[in-house]
């Protein structure tokens, strides 16, 4: 039992899907749990209602950023350094949240009992929550090589939509406090896994890294550099300098620069790449990459 728990951690942190998911999962369910103490359950005047509704939905968008950003780094294989990933979470997933909660029931409130039909209610307030996950999308892009903010900011708002409708639905059956907890869960698994299918889809090259013999990941390529080194790195080798590489694509081609030495090379389909222990291979879908 205990020798499987490693091979288990092993296996979802080299499956960015499973990966992103579940950390946006638990940190959901961790997070509407901790929310709920600021959650009041009866009526209340309309602008104490807004403030209420805002904060809830602001603390448990924190946890979600923060699972989310620590998913980030566990994939780059880096040392999550807390302090710094607060400082990013913190204020970018109180923000998003705090302002789709608010706005959900700035409008949705007062209107509540005039809404006749359910699918307005169950579409807006979905709706809502696609804008809590448009702008947790857009931060997280900046952390995230090469996924662009357009491509996160749309993977964001339709993982807050579906994670929004799975919380409505979800909350429906179950009490308030586990309907809640699932629901809000089940929205940061789903902002998680539309961010990495939507970067996977988009790829036009990437570089497929070979931490050990059954552990890989791959991050996409483009126009911003892609960094190898110790530190920040995009791609963590704690032996060598920080920074010590790149991989960007310029002009059709994806160039590699070793920065240590100051020298670019132009890399193909299948090029090999060895820093220390570690082999990566550059993958583009076709032979050679034209120049624009």
């Not at 992103?20 to 901790?34: D, H, M």
Request: aromatic share 10%; net charge positive.
């Amino acid at each position: 039992m205990v020798s499987s728990i490693p091979i288990a951690y092993s296996e979802i942190r080299q499956n960015k899907k499973m990966l992103f998911g579940l950390f946006g999962f638990i940190s959901g369910v961790v997070g509407a749990l901790v929310a709920n103490i600021f959650s009041i359950n009866y009526p209340q005047p309309i602008f104490f209602g807004i403030f209420m509704t805002a904060l809830w939905a602001g603390i448990f968008s924190i946890f979600i950023a923060t699972g989310l950003f620590d998913a980030i780094d566990i994939y780059c294989r880096r040392k999550t350094d807390w302090l710094e990933l607060l400082k990013k979470s913190v204020p970018s997933g109180f923000i998003a949240g705090a302002i789709s909660g608010g706005i959900a029931q700035t409008i949705y409130g007062p209107l509540s009992e005039s809404i006749s039909d359910a699918w307005v209610h169950f579409l807006f307030q979905s709706a809502c929550w696609g804008l809590a996950g448009l702008i947790l999308g857009w931060v997280l892009s900046k952390s995230i090589p090469n996924l662009g903010a357009r491509r996160a900011i749309y993977a964001g708002a339709v993982g807050g939509f579906l994670g929004g409708a799975g919380f409505l639905i979800v909350s429906s059956f179950l009490t308030y406090t586990p309907g809640r907890m699932l629901g809000v869960g089940i929205m940061g698994a789903a902002l998680g896994l539309c961010l990495v299918i939507v970067e996977e889809q988009s790829r036009i090259a990437y570089v497929e890294v070979h931490w050990a013999p059954d552990d890989v990941s791959f991050f996409t390529l483009g126009s911003t550099p892609v960094f190898i080194g110790a530190g920040d790195s995009d791609i963590c080798v704690p032996s060598v300098a920080r920074h010590a590489m790149s991989l960007v694509i310029e002009g059709g081609q994806i160039i590699g620069t070793d920065h240590t030495k100051g020298k670019k090379k132009p890399l193909l389909e299948g090029s090999h790449i060895n820093i220390g222990k570690i082999d990566m291979v550059i993958r583009t879908g076709i032979e050679k990459m034209k120049n624009n």
